[in-house]
């Protein structure tokens, strides 16, 4: 089972955590930073598996990463994942990655958090992987952003509703409303619309 997903650049920003398994922040901080220590240190010429850090659990857990430009892809598995297959499962999810954004780079990752979030959900879940397939992957992506666009997307709600509200078409706005012994003085709104 995949513990955490990490993504953080050559200077140890993070850029992508994702546990699976519950940590305290202070915890997860220091398993980013050991993690990144571990393997910064080593040579890119050397096999990209090593004994999990003190912190996420010894020798029973190994972390696999890919090195790619300015980034390291990094996930924690227990003893029972294979290696190979989630070095596969990296490169499916860089080329993911690369697909939807036309050339990934760092930036994509910081600035379309949410986009990452979704790409990453489509192929792993819960610590278990869901598909590895990279069309089915990037043909649920496109689907999702058909739906944000024929629903004008979550951003744009503020300004439809605002723009209703403008649209409203009234005789003349009520100044005062009567409902039985109750009477409320409305202010004069036309200065916000």
């Known amino acids: ?63 696999i990463y890919r090195h790619y430009a300015t980034l390291y892809f990094v996930f924690c598995v227990d003893s029972s994942e294979s290696e190979l297959g989630i070095l596969d499962l990296i490169q499916v999810f860089v080329e993911t990655l690369d697909k939807c954004f036309e050339n990934v780079c760092e930036l994509d990752l910081i600035f379309h958090m949410d986009k990452v979030h979704y790409i990453l959900q489509e192929v792993v879940m819960g610590g278990m992987v869901l598909e590895t397939n990279m069309n089915e992957i990037v043909a649920q992506i496109e689907a999702q952003n058909r739906l944000e666009k024929s629903e004008g997307g979550l951003s744009a709600a503020p300004a439809r509703a605002v723009s209703a509200v403008k649209n409203i078409n009234l ?17 004069n709104l036309s200065q916000f619309v």
Do not use: W
Request: charged share 25%.
């Open 1 to 63: 089972m995949i513990q955490a997903i990490l993504v953080f650049n050559n200077h140890g920003k993070p850029r992508l955590v994702r546990f699976y398994q519950r940590f305290p922040e202070e915890i997860q901080q220091q398993i980013v930073r050991e993690t990144f220590h571990l393997v910064l240190k080593r040579d890119d010429n050397i096999c990209n598996f090593l004994e999990g850090g003190s912190l996420i659990g010894g020798s029973d857990y190994k972390l």
């Open 171 to 187: 005789p003349e706005m009520p100044r005062n409303i009567n409902i039985g012994d109750l009477s409320i003085k409305v202010p």
